[in-house]
């Protein structure tokens, strides 16, 4: 985090918070049902940014990391204490419920190491 991202964004990753950059069409179909998703997803610890497709250039160094190909889409950066010496985001697609959104959030805060993917003997 640093120059070339808008100061509120740096400002809420220098306190702590996760960030949430949720990009958007507001003429596509589903753009109003993520950001009232987002936006009523109560997390104190959550910096929430509505982010106009149009607008993505003010962020490219957040979506262009995550390879931000479409809309709706949802841009978690992880708090600052969680991550590894540099920011490190996922982005998401494809939402289904508010329940989708918060769980793409929540995951953001996972912080007991890695799982195998296969079982263990």
Not at 20 to 44: F, Q, T
Not at 78 to 99: C, D, H, I, Q
Request: hydrophobic share 40%; glycine share 8%.
């Amino acid at each position: 985090a640093g120059k070339g991202l808008p100061k509120d964004v740096l400002v809420a990753y220098a306190k702590g918070d996760a960030i949430a950059l949720v990009v958007v069409d507001p003429k596509a179909k589903g753009s109003k049902g993520i950001v009232k998703a987002v936006e009523n997803y109560d997390r104190k610890d959550v910096a929430t940014f509505i982010v106009d497709v149009d607008d993505i250039a003010k962020y490219s160094r957040i979506t262009q990391g995550v390879a931000v190909s479409r809309t709706p889409a949802l841009v978690v950066i992880r708090p600052r204490k969680l991550n590894e010496g540099a920011p490190m985001a996922s982005v998401t697609y494809g939402f289904r419920s508010p329940r989708s959104v918060e769980q793409a959030i929540d995951d953001a805060f996972y912080d007991s190491g890695n799982v195998p993917a296969y079982p263990s003997k």
